[in-house]
């Protein structure tokens, strides 16, 4: 017997030391101590996330998105779907100057040296699987942070997820109603 075991080569120890890990992977997840990734989702709804473009350049007159449109979002390049626009805000750019004579110490003004240059901040709404790491879209985690491209019939602007939200119907509604931002940026 001793003579068989000197003739099992370093490898077959190997091969044998993972059926034996595998084996045991296996009793854990059959005996739900191991979770696996489709038993981690605890809910799945609707959430609404925030995507901030920074410094977009428009020289038109009007806004290429706008509320209740559809907008094609790409999440770290990966091409996702269509998304319900919700919000739509935007603002010139501002640069801080000092104020010798008021209350506060600077204050906000226009930035006339980047004369067509818009920061926008749209809300889009979709549907997601929620894990104890965060929300799930279309097999990627959403963030506060990462990179995501919005595409339209006439516009692609690359951006950041700024804010994220789980919703429900009603606050969808409300968003609606509160802000509506005017399509034209004059």
């Given at each position: 017997m001793i003579a068989k075991l000197k003739e099992i080569k370093p490898i077959d120890w190997i091969i044998?030391?993972?059926?034996?890990?595998?084996?045991?992977?296996?009793?854990?997840?059959?005996s739900h101590i191991r979770q696996t990734a489709g038993k981690q989702i605890e809910a799945t709804s609707k959430i609404g996330f925030q995507v901030f473009l920074r410094s977009v350049t428009i020289t038109g007159n009007k806004l290429p998105m706008k509320n209740g449109e559809k907008t094609?979002?790409?999440?770290?390049?990966?091409?996702?779907?269509?998304?319900?626009?919700?919000?739509v805000k935007y603002d010139t750019k501002k640069v801080v100057l000092p104020n010798a004579k008021g209350k506060e110490p600077f204050t906000m003004v226009d930035d006339v040296s980047q004369a067509f240059s818009y920061d926008i901040l749209l809300t889009i709404v979709d549907t997601a699987k929620i894990t104890k790491d965060g929300a799930v879209v279309g097999?990627?985690?959403?963030?506060?942070?990462?990179?995501?491209?919005?595409?339209?019939q006439n516009y692609r602007f690359n951006g950041v997820i700024s804010d994220i939200q789980i919703i429900n119907d009603e606050v969808q509604n409300e968003n609606k109603d509160v802000k509506k931002t005017p399509d034209s940026l004059t």
């Open positions: 044998l030391a993972g059926i034996l890990i595998a084996i045991i992977v296996g009793f854990l997840t059959f094609f979002l790409t999440i770290r390049n990966v091409p996702y779907k269509d998304l319900d626009v919700i919000d097999g990627n985690k959403i963030k506060i942070g990462i990179p995501v491209t919005i595409e339209g």
